[in-house]
């Protein structure tokens, strides 16, 4: 997600609190904020694949497989 994206709900969200959105706003800032959500899950996945856990017994696991 870029820093327009992020920039445009923004915008949509302080837009928001002085008046009511469009139909077409509306639709816009949950279509961004849907990909938003989608962006940090990828990325939050994409760090917890990286993360093993040592076990009392000196094995490693991984905390989450790729591709979870």
């Known amino acids: 997600m870029d820093k327009k994206m992020i920039s445009r ?4 969200a302080h837009l928001s609190k002085t ?8 639709k816009e ?3 961004l ?3 938003y ?3 940090i899950k990828k990325s939050l ?3 917890l694949a990286r993360v093993k856990i040592q076990n009392e017994d000196g ?3 991984d905390v989450i ?3 979870e």
């Open 9 to 12: 709900i923004n915008e949509l």
């Open 29 to 31: 800032q949950k279509y």
């Open 45 to 47: 996945l994409n760090d």
């Open 19 to 26: 008046r009511e959105l469009t139909n077409a706003e509306k």
């Open 33 to 35: 904020r849907e990909e």
């Open 37 to 39: 959500r989608k962006a």
């Open 59 to 61: 094995t490693i696991t």
């Open 65 to 67: 497989k790729n591709g």
